[in-house]
C-alpha cells in the first residue's frame, strides 16, 4: 500500500512540476517569438506611430506598397483592402482604408494585427492614423470603411523598393463579453 502511494505522489508532483513548467514555457514564448523575429526578419512590427514630423518628398524614387487583408479563422468578417496596391514617394503622406462588412446576425468586435515585410521596413513605415489602432465594432449586416493614413521614412534603404502591410482582423466579441460578465455583481442574472 506504500509503494502505490509513493507512486502516486510521484505522479502528482510530475504533474504538478509539468503543469509550472508549461506555464513558464507560455509565459517566456512572446519575448522569444519576439527575438525570432528579430533574427529571421519575420512578422515586422510597425513601432512608429502618431503624428509625422515634416519630411522632405523623394520624388526621385517610388516604393510599391501592398496592402493585404487577412482573416482569423474564427473571423467571418468580410475584410478587404480598398486598394490591393499603391505608388507612393517616401515621405509622401500616403492615404487609403480598408473595407469590413458583418454578414452575420450579431454584433461583434474585432481588433486588426499589422505586420510589415520585409520587416526592415516596419522602422521605416509610420502609421499617421491606423484603425488598428482601436477596437472596431460592428452591427449585424453593416459595412465600414476603415481609414490608414502613413509615411514611409525618406531614409528608407535603397534596396528596399516593395513593402507588404498586412493585417490579420481578430474576433474579440468573446473575450469582451467574458471580462463584462466578470465585472457584473453576482445577482442571478446575465447582463451584456
Given at each position: ?45 510597425v ?33 478587404e ?6 505608388n ?24 486588426a ?13 509610420q ?7 482601436e ?58
Open positions: 500500500m506504500a509503494q502505490l502511494q509513493r507512486k502516486h505522489t510521484k505522479v502528482v508532483r510530475n504533474l504538478l512540476l509539468s503543469s509550472v513548467l508549461m506555464f513558464g514555457f507560455g509565459f517566456a514564448l512572446v519575448p522569444l517569438y519576439d527575438v525570432f523575429c528579430d533574427i529571421t526578419g519575420l512578422n515586422g512590427k513601432t512608429r506611430t502618431g503624428p509625422a514630423e515634416p519630411m522632405l518628398v523623394d520624388r526621385s524614387r517610388t516604393v510599391s506598397l501592398q496592402l493585404t487583408a487577412v482573416n482569423n479563422e474564427a473571423m467571418p468578417w468580410l475584410f483592402p480598398m486598394t490591393a496596391e499603391m507612393i514617394h517616401p515621405g509622401m503622406t500616403g492615404q487609403t482604408a480598408f473595407i469590413a462588412r458583418n454578414p452575420t446576425g450579431k454584433t461583434m468586435i474585432a481588433q494585427v499589422p505586420s510589415v515585410a520585409p520587416a526592415e521596413a516596419a522602422a521605416y513605415v502609421k499617421i492614423n491606423c484603425f488598428c489602432f477596437r472596431q465594432s460592428l452591427e449585424a449586416g453593416q459595412q465600414q470603411e476603415m481609414p490608414l493614413l502613413f509615411v514611409i521614412d525618406p531614409d528608407l534603404p535603397d534596396h528596399i523598393s516593395k513593402i507588404t502591410l498586412s493585417y490579420t482582423l481578430f474576433d474579440i466579441t468573446p473575450q469582451l463579453q467574458a471580462s463584462h460578465y466578470a465585472e457584473q455583481p453576482q445577482t442571478g442574472r446575465f447582463m451584456l
